[in-house]
């Protein structure tokens, strides 16, 4: 059965900082892994999508790394914003696309 | 282009009562979701939908049905509540189930168990 794991489960930096949120999977046989944002009360929202064969994917300020034999995957955020506090999921896909997710993490940039 | 949404955004319902959970989606996805949320527990797989006319368990089906009544629309009903069963439920679609697919999830609704 597939577990996903993330560290650290809350975060707080200050404005402009650059950080690193961790997710670690326990089978390696994966479709793809997919890092969401999640706003109090609303639901989530794709933020990037990294295929099995490929390594990376960026989209502005953000960047996702995946590792598939070591099982780990690192979401990098750049100059962080205070529109960045949220909570980031990472969810991997296994057969039919169907997600297992993590924990999440919480994140908090103070002005 | 609304997306995916659902209804009810907040229920509550005593221990023993039924209820039905809405789900509508018009990107012409192929495959829909349900899902709940725990507190620190993330989103576990409750049911999916490859297709219209078809659906399979996920990892906590127990105390749930649902029905692909059309390709837009997938419903989740509890029968016969329980305290348990309190949680916020996603539904979410894809365009296509085995491929490597963004899932578009809806707001979600919250349901208490009393």
């Known amino acids: 059965k597939q577990e996903v794991t993330q560290i650290p489960a809350a975060l707080s930096v200050p404005e402009g900082e650059n950080l690193v949120l961790n997710c670690s999977f326990t089978d390696s046989a994966i479709y793809n892994l997919q890092w969401f944002r999640q706003d109090p009360g609303k639901g989530l929202t794709s933020l990037l999508l990294?295929?099995?064969?490929?390594r990376e994917q960026t989209s502005g300020r953000l960047n996702a790394s995946l590792d598939k034999s070591s099982g780990r995957s690192t979401l990098y955020i750049a100059a962080s914003q205070p529109g960045d506090s949220a909570t980031y999921l990472c969810?991997?896909?296994?057969?039919?696309?169907?997600?297992?997710f993590g924990g999440g993490t919480r994140l908090m940039v103070k002005p | 282009n609304a997306g995916v949404t659902q209804t009810p955004k907040f229920q509550v319902l005593k221990t023993g009562q039924s209820m039905t959970l809405q789900c509508a989606q018009d990107?012409?996805?192929?495959?829909m979701y349900w899902y709940r949320q725990d507190p620190g527990m993330g989103l576990r797989l409750i049911y999916y939908?490859?297709?219209?006319?078809?659906?399979d368990k996920g990892e906590v089906p127990n105390g749930y049905n649902v029905s692909r009544l059309n390709k837009r629309e997938f419903s989740l009903r509890l029968e016969s509540a329980a305290p348990s069963q309190t949680s916020v439920y996603f539904c979410?679609?894809?365009?296509?189930?085995?491929?490597?697919?963004?899932?578009?999830f809806g707001p979600g609704t919250r349901l208490l168990v009393l």
């Open positions: 990294i295929q099995s064969s490929q």
């Open positions: 990107m012409n996805h192929n495959s």
């Open positions: 979410a679609s894809s365009l296509d189930r085995g491929k490597v697919e963004t899932q578009y």
């Open positions: 969810a991997v896909a296994n057969a039919g696309n169907m997600l297992t």
């Open positions: 939908s490859a297709s219209e006319g078809t659906t």
